[in-house]
């Protein structure tokens, strides 16, 4: 049997037929003008001040929210965390270094943050992330 016919994980996202396969958030929900009755299930509003942003400086998804937030002139409405370019063996982290913007309630690693979004939480933690700061 070759590589390519053999499940594997990496970063517990699976690789079919040397395929990556992103998994799916459970935090995945969408930022709509105002919520009603004709928007998605999980939709929530867009408010200033309600969103905090988490990136890395190394990360060209989290590059790409940073120029839309620019861009949209979202800068004074959703405040901002940087953690650590470097990915350390266990997680992103809030330590000392250039660009590290802390994090808002503390978190020292990124998990602490995922954990307190959902206590245990165990995924595997990923960055650009939106903090909603009302739920």
């Known amino acids: 049997m070759d590589q390519s016919d053999t499940d594997e994980q990496l970063l517990g996202h699976e690789i079919r037929n040397g395929e990556f396969q992103r998994t799916t958030s459970r935090f995945r ?78 978190a020292a690693n990124m998990y602490e943050v995922y954990q307190r979004a959902e206590a245990g939480c165990t995924d595997v933690v990923t960055v650009p992330a939106l903090w909603d700061k009302h739920e």
């Not at 969408?30 to 928007?39: A, C, E, F, I, L």
């Not at 509003?45 to 929210?65: M, V």
């Open 29 to 106: 929900r969408w930022v709509v003008k105002s919520v009603d009755t004709d928007n998605a299930e999980g939709s929530v509003a867009a408010q200033p001040n309600r969103y905090h942003l988490y990136i890395s400086y190394a990360c060209p998804w989290a590059h790409r929210t940073l120029i839309y937030r620019k861009l949209k002139g979202l800068e004074s409405m959703i405040s901002l965390s940087s953690v650590h370019w470097l990915l350390g063996e266990d997680d992103w982290t809030f330590d000392a270094g250039e660009g590290v913007i802390a994090d808002i309630n503390g």
